[in-house]
T-cell receptor, first 113, second 110 residues
Framework: EPEVTQTPSHQVTQMGQEVILRCVPI?????FYWYRQILGQKVEFLVS????????KSEIFDDQFSVERPDGSNFTLKIRSTKLEDSAMYFC???????????FGSGTRLTVV | EDKVVQSPLSLVVHEGDTVTLNCSYE??????LLWYKQEKKAPTFLFML????IEKKSGRLSSILDKKELFSILNITATQTGDSAVYLC??????????FGTGTRLTVIP
């Protein structure tokens, strides 16, 4: 069964450093998303991406965050200057179209120290 | 403000029991309601509901949506230890994102 692949599975970084989280969505999917889940809290929407541009973003997705689809397969989330409160599990998801179930990746656990 | 509320927050049952998980919502521009099962990491998709009163079934799991009363239930019959997980309800709005509830943690004991 097709999967959304995320790397790395766990990343530890120092406060203030830049991190890039990588995702390979399912190949025929057109809609891409990033969500995060702080430990013990609910899953929160960050950003959606379609047709090579951001279609929606939440209040969490401030200027420290950016997304990119650098080639035909990868979808990345960059955090420019990490803060302690960015520590969370980051999930990538993709969907072939609107009104269709999203497939989530297994997540990247980001720990900012 | 969009809101998705799940109840109960946690539930412990014995194998073989039937459970009902609840999800109520208040959102602008509702498109669909989705149920996910989250074990260790990624939420895995269970159901997507868009129409009231139409039950969706997959094995021992079933779900139904009431768009008038703004809630959905997820039923699991003859529970097994492998059903232990956090069950997430999420509502897709016109803004093309999912708004999640906090989840119900189900523990099935042998």
């Amino acid at each position: 069964e097709p999967e959304v692949t995320q790397t790395p599975s766990h990343q530890v970084t120092q406060m203030g450093q830049e991190v890039i989280l990588r995702c390979v969505p399912i190949s025929n999917h057109l809609y891409f998303y990033w969500y995060r889940q702080i430990l013990g809290q609910k899953v929160e929407f960050l950003v959606s991406f379609y047709n090579n541009e951001i279609s929606e973003k939440s209040e969490i997705f401030d200027d420290q965050f950016s997304v990119e689809r650098p080639d035909g397969s990868n979808f990345t989330l960059k955090i420019r200057s990490t803060k302690l409160e960015d520590s969370a599990m980051y999930f990538c998801a993709s969907s072939p179209r609107r009104d269709y179930g999203y497939t989530f990746g297994s997540g990247t656990r980001l720990t900012v120290v | 403000e969009d809101k998705v509320v799940q109840s109960p927050l946690s539930l412990v049952v014995h194998e073989g029991d039937t459970v009902t998980l609840n999800c109520s919502y208040e959102v602008t521009n509702f498109r669909s309601l989705l149920w996910y099962k989250q074990e260790k990491k990624a939420p895995t998709f269970l159901f997507m509901l868009t129409s009231s009163g139409i039950e969706k079934k997959s094995g021992r799991l079933s779900s139904i949506l009431d768009k008038k009363e703004l809630f959905s239930i997820l039923n699991i019959t003859a529970t097994q230890t492998g059903d232990s997980a956090v069950y997430l309800c999420a509502v897709e709005t016109g803004a093309n994102n999912l708004f999640f509830g906090t989840g119900t943690r189900l523990t099935v004991i042998p």
